[in-house]
């Protein structure tokens, strides 16, 4: 008997197999994933190994880059130094080769700070910061060696100051006025490239980073000034100097032995006419026959009548009672132009230091006495010496005159060397002793911002100004022997930003013991003061947003005469000085919120003092 399906069939059955053990599966399964974790981690292992390698590869072709772009930018940097010398110094071959060597520079800079692995780099947190830094200065200076500087250069030789200095009284203003757009277009590039680098915030970099990115920043600043400064030349002189049209200006001669609050009594005035480059003397008129209005040539503000008086708008020698020189300028003009007829274009100052200062770079000039005037003697003699020897004073009046015809004769002559002459109007600027007014409104907003300006202002960019001046009260030229000394310094930070500075202002008056003695002319009258004393008001102005918090008078304890002008608080002292007394102000003034710069002080230049002062700013410490 056999079974239905014994045969092939049967046969080609597979084999019932018993089932595993669960342990035995367990085992092999255990195997199995220990066997791919294996494969896995190896696979991870190699992973990594090839991202490390990247990453090193990475760093190291990183920082061969940086090596290279640091070294090219601390070249660009001495290219930066060399390059503003060369100019200043009207070295135009040395320049020319400085700006290849620049060019050559921030090209290597700006390449090996650019591509994908500087771009990797700046998105990693903290690397990223000093990597944006480094590029954003690379590519800022490439830009400005590559574009703005060869053509600010190329306009640079067509405006050399030799090139402009006076030839038979008169300037070539064409080579001005043909680059004059190229000069613009360049401060606009440089303008926006200093911005660039002024909004790199360099307080949480690594200091190897951030010691070259601002110096450079510092750097290009200073670069940033100079074309500003060209810039405002090209668009003015030319215009200024009569190349579309005669103008006519007044230039204040200033005398500071009689202080007023931009230096001193307008004793002198010239009348000058520009035409095509040529500028004449029309006609010299004293500052005391341009007075006696019956009422203000403009209307006066309430501030300006309880701070300075009537007088300031109906006499000459009074408009410089208020510290801002634009509203002088306007009132010499309406008076002028009351009293004489012509229309005025703009108005100048000078003082007899910056006559002397012109006269170190023009040498001496002849006077019709048959004595020489120059740099060395020039503030004594029209200041002091000029009293001592001269009663009358229409005789002193004739000696302002020639002095001043002839320093304008050296100077329009072509007299001496004309960037020394520049540099020293520029230096008298800087004192507050060489100011300009235009009447022109597009002319005036490119001067306002300048040293030349004289504008009267609380603030600049992040700095507090705070203003300290004089006004004589005696009526007499005995401020010659008035000294202003000022104080300052800066003693708190505060969470706003403001800023406490505490100040100390002297007047010393150094007239000799017998001053009462001295020529009339020179003492006053004794119906002010008793003869051989001087009384000055004093002004201290408070930075914008700010105010004086406390103040301190010595010998008196008597406060200050407080007023509001042009929006700035202003404390009023009056002194009344015997020869060797000194009195002083010692004042807590605050600052604006956010003025967190350096603080200047503005003040009245006097014949021995200059007119500006910095107190290093307490935030920055």
Avoid at 287 to 307: I, K, M, N, R
Avoid at 510 to 515: H, L, N, R, S
Wanted: hydrophobic share 40%.
């Amino acid at each position: 008997m056999t079974h239905p399906g014994w045969g092939d069939d049967w046969n080609a059955q597979p084999v019932p197999a018993a089932p595993e053990h669960p342990e035995t599966v367990r085992r092999r399964r255990t195997s199995y994933v220990r066997a791919r974790r294996r494969r896995n981690l190896r696979r991870v292992l190699v992973g990594c190994g090839v991202v490390v390698l990247i990453v090193i590869a990475l760093g190291v072709w990183l920082a061969v880059d940086a090596k290279r772009a640091s070294d090219a930018l601390q070249a660009a940097r001495g290219d930066v130094q060399d390059l503003q010398e060369q100019v200043r110094a009207g070295d135009s071959a040395a320049a020319d080769k400085t700006l290849v060597q620049l060019q050559a520079h921030s090209s290597t800079a700006a390449i090996a700070t650019s591509g994908p692995v500087w771009t990797l780099a700046g998105s990693v947190p903290w690397v990223g910061q000093n990597v944006d830094a480094v590029q954003t200065v690379a590519q800022a200076v490439d830009d400005l060696a590559q574009h703005a500087l060869p053509s600010l250069m190329q306009a640079s030789t067509l405006v050399d100051p030799a090139a402009l200095a006076p030839v038979d009284g008169r300037v070539n203003l064409a080579p001005l006025q043909e680059a004059a757009p190229a000069i613009v277009a360049a401060d606009d590039a440089v303008q926006i490239t200093a911005q660039q680098l002024d909004d790199l915030d360099t307080s949480s970099l690594l200091a190897f980073v951030a010691e070259p990115v601002e110096t450079l920043r510092d750097q290009v600043a200073d670069v940033a000034v100079t074309t500003a400064t060209a810039s405002r030349a090209a668009q003015l002189v030319p215009a200024m100097m009569g190349a579309e049209g005669p103008r006519n200006y007044l230039v204040l001669v200033q005398n500071n032995a009689e202080q007023r609050a931009t230096g001193g009594i307008p004793g002198s005035v010239l009348h000058l006419r520009a035409d095509g480059g040529a500028v004449t003397v029309v006609v010299e008129r004293s500052g005391g026959s341009l007075s006696g209005f019956a009422d203000p040539v403009l209307p006066l503000t309430e501030a300006e009548l309880s701070l300075f008086g009537p007088l300031l708008g109906t006499d000459m020698r009074d408009v410089t009672f208020t510290p801002d020189f634009p509203r002088s300028g306007a009132l010499a003009k309406a008076i002028w132009e009351q009293e004489v007829g012509d229309t005025i274009d703009g108005v100048l100052s000078v003082d007899p230091v910056a006559l002397g200062l012109v006269l170190d770079a023009t040498g001496p000039v002849p006077l019709s006495d048959g004595t020489t005037l120059s740099g060395d003697d020039a503030a004594q003699r029209l200041l002091n010496q000029v009293y001592l020897d001269l009663d009358d004073p229409r005789d002193q009046d004739a000696f302002f005159s020639d002095t001043s015809r002839s320093v304008f004769a050296a100077v329009v002559g072509g007299q001496g060397d004309a960037p020394a002459v520049m540099d020293a109007l520029a230096e008298a600027a800087r004192q507050g002793r060489f100011m300009v007014w235009s009447a022109d409104e597009g002319e005036q907003d490119l001067l306002a911002p300048t040293v030349l300006g004289g504008v009267l202002r609380g603030v600049d960019d992040d700095s507090a100004v705070i203003g300290v001046y004089l006004n004589d009260g005696t009526q007499a030229k005995l401020g010659y022997y008035l000294d202003l000394l000022i104080e300052g310094e800066a003693t708190e930070c505060r969470p706003d930003g403001s800023q406490i500075v505490h100040a100390v202002v002297t007047l010393q008056y150094d007239a000799p013991p017998d001053a009462a003695d001295l020529p009339s002319y020179l003492v006053g009258l004794d119906s002010i003061v008793p003869l051989g004393e001087i009384r000055t008001n004093t002004l201290i102005y408070a930075p914008a947003g700010g105010g004086i918090d406390s103040v301190r008078v010595n010998p008196d304890p008597q406060g200050l005469l407080a007023q509001i002008h042009d929006d700035l608080g202003v404390g009023g002292r009056t002194f009344t000085l015997k020869p060797g007394e000194s009195g002083s102000l010692e004042l807590d003034i605050v600052t604006g919120k956010e003025q967190r710069g350096d603080v200047h002080i503005r003040s009245t230049p006097t014949a021995r003092q200059k007119g500006d002062a910095v107190v290093g700013s307490a935030c920055e410490k």
